[in-house]
Every structure is written in C-alpha cells, then in structure tokens.
C-alpha cells in the first residue's frame, strides 16, 4: 500500500472585500473565472487605504486542477504564520489573534459555495526571534510553531474554500501587538486513496474469516455438558470486540457524509484494545497456582479495573476532541494552555500505564513459565499417552505465551507512536513516518492473534480419563492423542488447572 497520508502545502491569498460596496458573493475564491480582487502585500493595502477588516485571505482545496475524493477519508489542516519583525509593531508576550474563519464546499465548478462551519477562533502565538530587535533586524521573520486549524471527519466533496479574516479592534485589544502579518500558509494532510482501499480490502477480507472461527469455537463450547469456563468466555468477548473493529462500515463513508466516523474508530479500537489488555491479564491469571481466585472475574478487579479507567479517561478525552469538532470543525482542545496540558497529561498518562501494564505482565508471564517448569518435572512419572498429551500442551501454552508478549510489545509500541505521529504536528520539531506496513502489519497479527487463539482454545470433544493415566494405552494410539490446550474432560476442568491443583496439594 502507498504511505498512510499525504501533506499538501497551500499559500493563502489576500483578497479585497469589497461586498459593501458591490454587494457581490459572500465567498471569496482566490483564482479561477470569479476570482477576488487580490492583494500583493500589505504596502498596498496601506498605499490604497484599505483596513485589515475588509482582507480576507482564501485558500481553495484542493489545487488548481484537481479534485478531493470520498477515498480520503478525513482532512486535517495545521496553520503557518508569516510573521515579520517590526520595530514599531513588535510581536507582545504570550499573544493571541483571532481569527474569523469560514469553510465552505460545492461538487461543481459552477455552483454556488455552500457553508459548512463558520466560527471566531483564538489561538496562542509561540514564536521566537534569532535577531536582537533592532533596526537592522526590520522584516526578518520570527520562527513560529505550527497551529491546529482544522480537522473534518469526511471529504464527501469534490471543492472546499475556506476564508480567514483577521478582525481588528483596538478598544477591545483584538488581533493588537501581533506583529506583522505577511502570509498565512496552511498545511492539509488526507489518507491516500490507495492506501484506504487495501484497508477496507483487508476489513472486507478478515470479517467472514473470524466470524466463521467464532461461531466454530462457540459450538464447540456449546457442546460441551459444562458451563463455559471464564477464559473462554473472555476469548469469545475478543472475538466479537475484533469483528466490531473488522465489520467495513468505512464503506459507507464513500456515499454518505459520515463525519462522525473518526470518532467511531477511535471508540471501537479503544473497546478492542480495553479488551485485548484485560484478556492478557486473565490468560496469565488462570494458569497461576491459586486455586481460589480461579475462574471469577470479580478476582481480576485490581488488574482489570485500571484499564477500564484509563479507557474511560481516553473516551472522555476523544469526546473533548473529536466530539465537539463534530459540531465545529476549527475546534481544538490543543489552543489553550489547560487544553494542551489535560491532552498531554492523558497521553502520557496512558503511555506510561501501557508501560507499567507491559512490565506487570512480564512479571505475571515469569511467573506462569516458572509454574509450568515445576510440573515439567512429573512428567517422566507419567505413562508415554499422557506425557505426550501433557508435552503437547505446555509447549502450545508457551508457543502461545511468547507470541502473546511480542504481540504485547508491538501493540504497545503501536500505541505510542501513533500518538506521537498524530501529534508531531502540534508538538513542532518531532517527526516520525510511520508507513502503510506498520499499520496493516499491526491490524493483520490482532486478527490472526484472534484465530489463534479460538483455534487453540476450543475444548477438545475427546475423553481422556484418569484410568488411561496407568499405562495401559499402547504407543501408537498415544501418538493418535489430540494435543489440546485446555478443556479435555468433557466435564472436568481444564488440564492446566488439574495439573496446578495436584502441584498444589504436594
């Protein structure tokens, strides 16, 4: 697949508004056969006597000779201030402008502009100047970091325009001791279309392969004359968390304007994800050596309620994002400073609790491995059937350990640097390209992580009874044993508890 984004840069022109006096569109369009009556620079609009509140800067997406498409996905723009050094015009400590700011779209090059947002936004300038102010420095540009603009969770048009005004009042101190003005530059990022179709190509793909693997590994359980264990019934809660993430609802992102569906996908990876750490820590838990805490949930509170309350942090955080940018794109927790210190807060917070997660399953994972070693040790003991079946099973159990803790760590890994990806924007000097196989590599081992595991832990139909454990079966039907993982009494607990249970009792 191509590279997940594309960065396209566009200048913004000055244009004259002059609908007082000619009554013409609302919407200012910088080129094209209607054309605003443009401004070189701001000499000339002194020169003309011209106000800062009749410019208006208009940026046209996409460029001259080209169309958006539904196969982009989202839009997310970043703003660049070219700011000049002016002595008497200096840019003031911690200052603001506002900024009036108007998107609207139309499918055809003739139609009329139909407004999607409009909103008055204010946004913190953090810029430095290398100079010393003097003199000499006049027209010397600061260095500015990049601002949130805007974030759309649909590109259901072919043409967007977006017009920025930049009010002044002095009585009232806006858009004063900001500096000179020169230019403002926009930065819009989309998904590539290609890359968005091997996604819903791979979704399309993957949803019937693990809905057959569910429906399979529940019959089986259903078979059985038990009540399902809990660690069943916690890998059948992955399987319906990982086919919620699977099922292509993305598809109708081509033909409706679904602007919620950013929102969506953040709230189904954060069920899978809550999902898939709670599993890992009730996996490890059912093959520790105490009995009593077995096969309850209420047991796992301490390890389980944690994740639920940083998932919950995350939703509440998400919804202060991308829920109120449902409403107002121009939106952005990140603009003030307690805005920017909750956001970063959450996600250190986050990634710091994914850290401590990671260790204390390590720790957990030793724990099981040193368990396991422990029985290895009466196995010799045993008639070859059940050593063979036993062997069988602690070598899956293990196989599927290591995979669990790489899974663990990429997942992890993943994690954070899709945080840091999506936020290099807003952080300034830190860049990370994170390309299309990360992505789909990612999303490829969660779902064959899934089947595993519903292939590996669907009971065993086959009986095994405590008289074979005597001797009495011959080799060869010994090597015909299923080696199974868990279940392989029909109504017995799983070989994994029965063996902890006889460690135990010595």
Known sequence: APSPT????????????VRKNHHKTKWLMPWGPNHCE?????????????????????VHIPLPSKEMSPWFQFMLFIMQLDIAFKMDNDLKENAEITLDVSLAYRDDMFDDWEEIAHAIEIRKLKCTFGSPKTLESEGRHYDCDFLPFMEIGSVAHKFYLINIRLPVNERKGINVGIGEI????????????????VWFAMKTFLTPSILIIMVWYWRRITLMTRAPVLL???????????????????????????TWMLLFGDIRQGIFYAMLLSFWIIFCGEHMMDQNERNRLSGYWKQVGPIAVGSFCLFIFDMCE???QLKNPFYSIWTTEVGTELAMAFIIVAGI??????????????????NISGKQSSLPAMSKARRLHYEGLIFRFKFLMLITLACAAMTVIFFIVSQVTEGHWKWGDITIQVNSAFFTGIYGMWNLYVFALMFLYAPSHKNYGEDQSNGDLGVNSGEELQLTTTITHVDGPTEVYKLARKEAQE
């Open 353 to 370: 609790c994914l850290c401590l997660y990671f260790l204390f399953l390590c720790f957990m994972v030793f724990q099981v491995f040193r």
């Open 322 to 324: 991308r829920g109120v």
């Open 38 to 58: 443009k401004l070189k620079d701001f000499d000339e609009a002194v020169s003309r006597q011209i106000e800062a509140n009749d410019i208006v800067f208009a």
């Open 182 to 197: 020169k230019d403002i530059r926009l930065v819009g990022i989309h998904q590539n279309g290609g890359f968005t179709k």
């Open 232 to 258: 069943e019934k916690v890998i059948f809660a992955l399987g319906i968390s990982m086919t919620f993430i699977n099922i292509p609802v993305e598809w109708f992102s081509i033909g409706f304007d679904w």
């Open 6 to 17: 594309t960065a396209v840069p566009y200048m913004s022109v000055k244009c004259i508004d």
